[in-house]
């Protein structure tokens, strides 16, 4: 009869205690689907804007391939991974904390998903730079200042002389 332990240690035996489950064959995760779930996890970060692409990836978007993988590298041990992640972070970030963050995402993501040990993350930021903004910031500002687009062609003096007319 087995011990309470080895009930605990034995993977292949269901929660509701019934027959253990016979092993079938071996489970492996394609290098690309670890490689998308860094990536994924990654972009999750606030303060993360982007990816950073390489020169091979520049390649593949100018081909109009799309990567999902896109600023990863991963390397393996046996079932232990090294990943390395290539991001732009958005201005006004704190780079360590959004790193730290990064590596805690990509750890966990990684070894929930997969099952694989992590050993290393490493982030490498490629750059800083300003969020565009989306259409529905570039209306709202155009509500807010309306004024503005009236003096975009006129020096300054006419856009002075506007400006004090209207009001």
Known sequence: ?????????????PPNGSEPL????DI???DEVISIVASLAAQEVNGVLCMSSGF??????FLGKEQVDKGVRISFDGKVVHASVYIIIEYNY????????????????????????????????EGVRKREKTEMELDAEKEVFPKVDIFENDNEEERHRKFFEED
């Open 1 to 13: 009869m087995m011990s309470e332990d080895e009930k605990l240690v034995n993977k292949n035996t």
């Open 94 to 125: 704190s780079i360590p904390e959004v790193a730290l963050e990064v590596q805690e995402k990509v750890k966990d993501a990684i070894e929930t998903m997969t099952g694989y040990e992590v050993e290393t993350v490493d982030v490498h930021v």
């Open 56 to 61: 091979r990836e520049g390649l593949n978007e």
């Open 28 to 30: 492996r995760v394609a």
């Open 22 to 25: 016979e092993e079938i064959g």
